[in-house]
């Protein structure tokens, strides 16, 4: 079969290698259908991702068709449509006993730790496996991992009915927080730098955009929140600079929630912390959230509505990474079409 596999730094190979098999009661083989290109993806492959291991075959956004099954698997049968949880986890170390299994101290990621879904079959258990109605769009389907991305930030910033929302980068998984937020029945305002992105925001529910290039941040949102500042500042920009702008307009009793990978230190200072009793958390992967991702999916109340901008076939995944790229502006999500 054929396996997408960056070798290291900047070197993209298609190679051919033999197709997996079932070999524990549990197992489930999947056929690929369609993957996602992520950032995290863009960032194995310039050698950038401080968690990836190389050689790795990437891909950790998958949907596919279930072509076997183990013995012991109940909770999915063969035809069945999937997405993949990507994560898999010890379930004894303290963060799993806390039930929170994203942060497991032996976290293993599908595509980052271990080899992905791009490729064109896969075995994983079927606990990592969600079954989602066979009519969805393949397209709207490999969206679910993206999905609990935002719906993790919007948990973890408690994100409630009524509340304002500022979510810092109008990026995909910008927009996909978007969608929970407004899901949750928030009130949002989104910043970035780019007008375009800005516009794909408002037709995807953001009720304020902020060109944070242009205009000020801080002054925006006071008269926004009539001077309360936001319940909630989401940063997925996920810069030093932006997360201490979080600090200045977040409200009282108000909660700070981070998604990046930044190493450089933020200049913070106590006072405002203290003072309003903010509230700081980080949001990585998900926690339990495929489940109700797949409900609004089967529903109808998720839709990529344009997240989507391109295809391309297995044979043109070259040419897929080198245009994700060259032109981040036209790109909010690639996908590879298998066949």
Known sequence: MKAVQVRKAHELVIQHVEKPQISNPTDVLVKVKRVGICGSDMHIYHGTNP??????????EVAGEVVAIGEKVTSVHVGDHVVVEPIRYCGACYACRKGRPNVCEKLSVFGVHEDGGMREWFVLPEKQLHVVDAALPWEEAVLAEPYTIGAQAVWRGEVEEGDTVLIQGAGPI???ILKMAKLQGATV?????????LAFAKENGADVTVNAGQEDVRQR???????????VVIDAVCLPMTFELSFDVVSVAGRIVVLGFDERPSAIPQLPITKKEVTIKGSRLQTNQFGKVVKLLNEGKLRHNGLVTHTFSLDEVQQAFDFVESHPEQVRKAIIVFE
């Open 51 to 60: 968690l990836a291991t190389l050689p790795r075959v990437v891909g950790h």
């Open 174 to 176: 910008g927009i996909c």
């Open 189 to 197: 305002m989104m910043t970035d730098l780019s007008e375009q992105r």
């Open 221 to 231: 949102v006071q008269e926004w929140t009539n001077g309360e500042g936001a319940n």
